[in-house]
Structure formats: C-alpha cells, structure tokens
C-alpha cells in the first residue's frame, strides 16, 4: 500500500510540442529538467534512461502524428511518469505492442529500460507512457546488452513499424 500523502507530490508538468525534428532535443531535456527540478532520488544512470525512453516516445509523437502533441512529467511518490499524448489513433508499434520486438525498435528499449510502459486510448488520439522508479537504472553490464541487443533487431530484422 502506498502511504505517500499526495497532497505533498508536486504538479505534473505538461507542454505542448510542435511535430518537428528540431523540438524533440528540447522536449527530452525538459522532462530531465523537471525531474532534476522536484530532487527526485534518481541517479545519473537512472536519469540517462528516462532520457532515452522520453526521447523515443516525443521521436515517435513528431515523425509518426504530424500534428502537435503534449509532454506530461509527474510523480507518482514512488515513480516518475512520462506522458506522451498525441491525436492518432495508430497504436505504438503499429500492433498496439510496447517493447515487444514487434513494432519500431525503440519501443523495445523503452520496454527494456522503463519500470513498465504502456499506451491507451485518450479523446480523440492516444497516451503513450513510462515509468521509472529511482532504483530502475539497469546496471552497467545489461544496460549494454539491451542497447546492444536493439542495435542488432535493427540490423537483423526488417521494420514492421507502421504510421
């Protein structure tokens, strides 16, 4: 059970950002800026994972919806929650699947490096999520081997990521 006194989390932080190549960079550092900003417990690994799961999801919202789309950064007192809302009704992966090796290869590192992820219907559109919790940062030697393990599905299996 939670005992945490949601009274004292702070704000989720939301934005908006444009669909474009050049606002992803700026997106991502805003996520880690937030979570610096609260003093969350995360350490420089864990950070270094929410940036590349945060990073794959705004990627994926700019290429994939072409429409502007919003961030959501928040703090459940145990975890840290990246959301991703956009206007398509395209599940991640094209199939719905997060990580699962099935749709766009980021994906799969965002299963592989997140606490847990998923997506979900919103209004008109969609929410693709993750969660980190502060002990989360893989160590040195798996954080390798998934990175390593993406970079080959890339070279060894075609896309089947569909817009």
């Known amino acids: 059970m939670n005992t945490t006194d949601h009274a004292s ?38 950070l270094r994972d929410v940036e590349l799961c945060a990073s794959e999801l705004i990627t994926n919202a700019a290429l994939y919806t072409k429409l502007p789309f919003k961030v959501t950064v928040g703090w459940t007192g145990e975890r840290l929650r990246v959301e991703v ?11 719905g699947s997060i990580g699962s090796g099935n749709g766009g290869r980021g994906l799969a590192l ?7 992820c998923g997506w979900c219907p919103q209004g008109a559109g969609k929410v ?36």
């Open 85 to 95: 809302e956009d206007t398509s009704l395209v599940p991640p992966g094209g199939d």
């Open 9 to 46: 989390l702070p704000a989720p932080q939301t934005w908006e950002v444009q669909p474009e190549a050049a606002a992803v960079r700026p997106a991502r550092l805003l996520v880690l800026e937030v979570a610096r900003f609260w003093n969350l417990p995360f350490s420089d690994g864990a």
């Open 110 to 116: 965002v299963g592989a490096l997140a606490h847990s």
């Open 128 to 163: 693709v999520w993750f969660e980190t919790a502060p002990d989360q940062a893989l160590d040195p030697d798996r954080r390798l081997a998934v990175l390593v393990e993406v970079a080959h599905s890339r070279l060894t299996q075609p896309l089947a990521f569909s817009a």
